[in-house]
């Protein structure tokens, strides 16, 4: 049967000639990265297993599946296979499907194939719907895939029946209308009305804005099924991921990949253990959750998200105007006068603007999720780590601006080198 939306976009303007530039043809073309890539999963399903067993909601993850597995989509994939392996970890019974093969894959399919997805239905009890087509495999894969992988895999996972927790992205939040204020020097501010695909936005009348690229457009009617499907009683929550890949910067920068995955957890990226974790826990409490579309990223820290808030409205659409991206840096610096000297320590620069904040306290609080790594938790690991300047040891011991709220300790070592 031919999809509602297939007829879109028969010529397809974002394919290009080259090599594909996905994660998983980089790992594969590029061992350092794939090796990098896989210390990460591994780290990542250790501490959100561990994490997770001291919860409460460990045990009604137990309870939601019985002796049933949970079925990763995607589960070749980053966030996938790190789900599966955390599943592992916790003792779960859990059943990887993707298109490839892999360690972390026991059935290789499509999520477009509804048949073998129905197959996995009955010795299943829960999904992680994390398989989709990404924006990096724009230029290489046609919107008729898109399309099929994206929103038709959404659908027929949701065809089971079963509890289920979909990934989506805060890329689809990032229409022309937020680049234009961003280059404008706004700070934007995303929150869960961003872009709601159940709900009118004010500003641009009874439509949402139009995402810019096949990928957004794509992963925005997979939110309207899931939440046409919740609003007649299917058990499904969304969350929208923000960056998390371990090569993920898209903006040219001089900064070094470790100082841009840095400075991104102010409000713009999120650790992959963090990702993780929160999938769990979106899960555990999927049925309490019903409809709900939760935004992930690395909270603000405490001082900065104080002065923020103070400056901007309720969402996006009612944010600060001209200026305000560079004043919310400014603001950085003075909650964190510190913070200046400790990264010049490594080589690194903080932010001269912030230019969109993800706000993800109601996944904080709808999850009870406590992100292991900040901004705020790395400046506390660097605090505690020699310094190569004693003055500088000296005058930060001291210190009346210090962080009152105790995050849980980040590995230096690994956030230094951009391993998370």
Same mark, same amino acid.
């Given at each position: 049967m031919t999809h509602p939306m297939t007829h879109f976009h028969e010529s397809d303007a974002e394919? /290009?000639?080259? #090599?594909?530039?996905?994660?998983? =043809?980089? $790992?594969? /073309?590029?061992?350092?990265?794939?090796?990098?890539?896989a210390e990460i999963q591994h780290a990542a399903a250790t501490r959100a297993a561990a994490?997770?067993?001291?919860?409460?909601? +460990?045990?009604?993850?137990? /309870?939601?599946?019985?002796?049933? +597995?949970v079925l990763v989509t995607g589960g070749a994939g980053y966030l996938g296979a790190a789900l599966v392996l955390t599943l592992r970890e916790l003792g779960v019974p859990v059943l990887g499907l993707d298109v490839v093969q892999a360690p972390t894959v026991d059935l290789v399919a499509s999520v477009a194939d509804s048949a073998a997805l129905r197959g996995c239905g009955q010795a299943c009890g829960a999904v992680l719907h994390t398989a989709a087509l990404h924006a990096t495999h724009a230029s290489s894969w046609h919107t008729r895939e898109f399309v099929s992988t994206n929103v038709g895999g959404a659908e027929n996972a949701l065809a089971l029946g079963l509890p289920m927790v979909h990934t989506s992205t805060t890329s689809l939040t990032i229409t022309a209308r937020v680049k234009q204020r961003e280059k404008a020097g706004e700070l934007v501010w995303i929150d869960d009305a961003s872009q709601r695909p159940d709900r009118r936005d004010p500003t641009v009348g009874a439509a949402l804005?139009? #995402?810019?690229n096949k990928y957004g457009i794509t992963k925005l009617a997979a939110e309207q099924r899931c939440l046409a499907a919740a609003a007649t009683g299917a058990d499904v929550c969304i969350l929208r991921a923000p960056r998390f890949f371990p090569e993920d910067t898209l903006e040219e920068t001089e900064l070094s990949l470790e100082n841009t995955k840095v400075n991104e957890l102010l409000g713009r990226r999120c650790a992959l253990v963090d990702v993780v974790s929160a999938h769990l826990h979106a899960l555990s409490r999927v049925r309490q959750l019903r409809g709900a579309v939760l935004t992930l990223a690395a909270p603000l820290p405490v001082g900065l998200a104080s002065r923020v808030q103070t400056t901007r409205g309720p969402s996006e659409d009612a944010g600060p105007g001209r200026g305000a991206a560079k004043e919310a840096a400014q603001h950085l $610096? +003075?909650?964190? #006068?510190?913070?200046?000297?400790?990264?010049? =320590? /490594?080589g690194w620069q903080l932010p001269d603007a912030l230019t969109r904040v993800y706000d993800s306290s109601a996944a904080v609080r709808e999850l009870c999720w406590t992100p292991r790594v900040t901004f705020e938790a790395l400046l506390q690991a660097m605090q505690q780590a020699p310094s190569p300047c004693a003055d500088l040891d000296e005058g930060l011991a001291g210190s009346k601006h210090a962080p009152e709220i105790v995050w849980p300790r980040v590995d230096l070592s690994e956030v230094c080198r951009g391993a998370f």
């Open positions: 394919l /290009r000639d080259g #090599p594909p530039c996905d994660l998983h =043809s980089l $790992r594969q /073309r590029d061992a350092s990265l794939d090796a990098l890539s994490d997770f067993l001291a919860k409460e909601d +460990a045990g009604a993850l137990l /309870r939601l599946v019985g002796t049933k +597995a804005d139009a #995402p810019r $610096r +003075a909650a964190y #006068p510190y913070a200046e000297a400790l990264f010049a =320590s /490594r």
